[in-house]
């Protein structure tokens, strides 16, 4: 059975750092799209980032464009969220998911893209 666990979350101050991380387990994703998503209390899930099967293209929310880095490494089925300047809006459960599609070239931004989901890891950005 598939499963994406995600870790590296924690509390952070503003203007530092985390680097999120998601393994697959029970099937390999490296033909799939990978996305982050993020959902702060009392708000509706948010696109963050998705990345391409082959890396070749990666898609990012507004409010982290230039901040966040997706990544990916195939052979260990992982997909990395480098988040560098926090800061307290960006405090929230943070989910990895999977498009059950393969081989596309363009990654989804909607959620209802995504098959495949972790059961998310929380960022707290505070001081």
């Known amino acids: 059975q598939a499963a994406l666990v995600e870790s590296g979350g924690g509390l952070v101050q503003p203007g530092g750092s985390l680097r999120l991380s998601c393994a697959a387990s029970?099937?390999?994703?490296?033909?799939?799209?990978m996305g982050w998503f993020r959902q702060a209390p009392g708000k509706e899930r948010e696109f963050v980032a998705a990345?391409?099967?082959?890396?070749?293209?990666?898609n990012y929310a507004e409010s982290v464009k230039g901040r966040f880095t997706i990544s990916r490494d195939n052979p260990k089925n992982t997909v990395y969220l480098q988040m560098n300047s926090l800061n307290p809006e960006d405090t929230a459960v943070y989910y990895c998911?999977?498009?059950?599609?393969?081989?596309?070239?363009?990654?989804?931004?909607?959620?209802?893209?995504?098959?495949?989901w972790g059961q998310g890891t929380q960022v707290t950005v505070s001081s």
């Open positions: 998911a999977a498009d059950s599609r393969l081989w596309r070239h363009i990654p989804g931004i909607t959620a209802g893209e995504y098959e495949y």
């Open positions: 029970g099937h390999t994703f490296n033909r799939n799209t």
């Open positions: 990345i391409t099967w082959s890396s070749g293209s990666s």
